[in-house]
């Protein structure tokens, strides 16, 4: 699939089953993460695998991390929702949590090092795509939580730029999206002052 067919093709698919990838495909797919943009070549993508039985341990910190923002808040957890956290990478059978490690440069602003790790998931998505997998890019609380950030040997300075859920689309999906139809109307101006 050439890069205009993947970027059309990609879709979020909420539900993905296995094959996930794995051996060659996953090391592409990661690779193209690698070969994002990076302002100053600093390297600052880390591409985290969950998958298996330690996907279930991840489960586990983030439903800890949830409890924990609720102590902090003052609020009491709730049970629902802290087996969502347990369950939630569940969704598919390989998650990639994309981060960007924080370098001080006096030449490449930390939002800059963020962008990279942001252009390093859309070109795993975009790979992904490509080798004929279903994705999805989600982020939501976890990403802030330092005790997550700690789970994967990050800094509290340091940022998760997504989970990417990877997999296959199931063949019965009522889930599967078509494609969408561009649509450029508003967003495209003629600098003319
Ligand atoms: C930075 C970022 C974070 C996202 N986080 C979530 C999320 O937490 N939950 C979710 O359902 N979708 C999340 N999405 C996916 C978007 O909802 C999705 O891309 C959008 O609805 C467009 O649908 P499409 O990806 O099928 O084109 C995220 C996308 C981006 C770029």
Redesign the pocket.
Known sequence: MDALAAIGA???N?RLVEPAPDGDDLEAILSAGALAPDHGELRPFRFHVLRGPRMARFGEVLAGAYVARCLTEGTDPVPAKSEKERTKLGRAPLVVVVSAVRTESPKVPWIEQQQAA?AACQNILLAATALGYGS?????EPVYDDTVKAALGLRPDDAIA?FLYLGTVPDDSAMA?PP?LPDLTGLVHEWNP
């Open positions: 990609r879709r979020s909420g942001a999805m890019w989600r982020t939501g997504g999206k969408r």
